[in-house]
């Protein structure tokens, strides 16, 4: 059974930095993308980053110049490097991986971690 084990969460100033990490256990075939999404209070989930099987990142408009997504093939892991941030980046994060194999669709989330910016 595959899970997606997030860590790295915690408090800052506003201005700080940290970095998210998400390491799969188990094995996941025909990886498409690999993740970051973030759920604020009474808000939707909403895609904070994003790195596709060939390397291309997407980002919301939200944390483009501040957040940095990258993935180990190795380790079968993605990280979150998030700079510069901002008390409106308080939110629980969640690592997700998107798969596609003998054409079934699959589509794994972690438990998420809290982040919290103070002003």
């Known amino acids: 059974q595959v899970q997606l084990v997030e860590s790295g969460g915690g408090a800052v100033q506003a201005g700080g930095s940290l970095k998210l990490s998400c390491v799969v256990s188990g094995t996941i075939f025909g990886i498409t993308a690999m993740n970051w999404y973030r759920q604020a209070p009474e808000k939707t989930r909403e895609l904070v980053a994003s790195v596709t099987e060939g390397g291309t990142t997407n980002y919301a408009d939200s944390v483009k110049g501040r957040f940095t997504i990258s993935r180990d093939n190795i380790k079968d892991a993605v990280y979150l490097q998030m700079n510069r941030l901002k008390p409106e980046d308080t939110a629980v994060y969640y690592c997700?991986?998107?798969?596609?194999?003998?054409?079934?669709?699959?589509?794994?989330w972690g438990l998420g971690t809290q982040v919290t910016v103070s002003a």
């Open positions: 997700n991986i998107k798969a596609v194999r003998l054409g079934i669709h699959t589509d794994d």
